[in-house]
């Protein structure tokens, strides 16, 4: 039986990820269709963790800049740490 967490993220949109063919740092060319349709939205982390992705550069700057009503907690970033292997180090360059 899967988790409610597990149904959702079925329901979210993936997070979209740059085009390493076009420009591995620029914005996906989802994030324009985002940012006029749905600046704020829940997606699904490639670590199948569930984030909101902000897209508009106002709506960033209101998020960064006000920790009083969004969360700066260092515990929200541990899904990163969730892609490697908890039995193997992280080593340099990886």
């Known amino acids: 039986m899967a988790s409610v967490t597990e149904n959702r ?3 979210l949109p993936p997070m979209p990820l740059p085009d390493e063919r076009r420009c591995p740092f620029g ?3 989802e ?3 985002l940012r006029a349709d749905h600046p ?8 199948g963790v569930e ?3 902000v897209s508009r ?3 960033v700057r209101e998020v960064l800049g006000d920790p009083r009503r969004f969360s700066n907690r260092p515990g ?9 292997g908890g039995d193997q180090p992280v ?4």
């Open 9 to 11: 993220a079925h329901e």
């Open 27 to 29: 914005p996906p060319s």
């Open 31 to 33: 994030y324009e269709r």
């Open 40 to 47: 704020v939205i829940r997606v699904t982390c490639p670590t």
């Open 51 to 53: 984030a909101w992705l």
């Open 57 to 59: 550069y106002a709506d």
């Open 76 to 84: 929200t970033a541990a899904h990163i740490l969730w892609g490697f």
């Open 91 to 94: 080593g340099e360059g990886e």
